[in-house]
């Protein structure tokens, strides 16, 4: 996981057969979602609050079974 306060970022390399993404609900209430990426890839999946102009309140990584 990775933040700079206004971006955040998760990879994962451990979870066949799963997807997951990044979210982030930003300061000024907007809710951000990361592209969604195969649970083995460890590709980082990022969401930006820095788009907005603002920083995050809170993140959370999200996990579907699926790839």
Do not use: L, Q
């Not at 990775?2 to 994962?12: K, L, Q, R, S, Y």
């Not at 390399?13 to 907007?30: L, P």
């Not at 590709?43 to 102009?53: I, P, Q």
Request: proline share 4%.
């Amino acid at each position: 996981m990775w933040t700079d306060g206004t971006t955040w970022g998760m990879g994962c390399r451990g979870f066949s057969g799963w997807t997951y993404f990044s979210a982030a609900v930003c300061n000024n209430g907007v809710e951000t979602p990361g592209t969604k990426e195969s649970g083995t890839s460890g590709t980082v999946s990022y969401a930006y609050c820095s788009k907005y102009n603002t920083s995050i309140n809170y993140a959370d990584p999200y996990f579907v079974p699926g790839s």
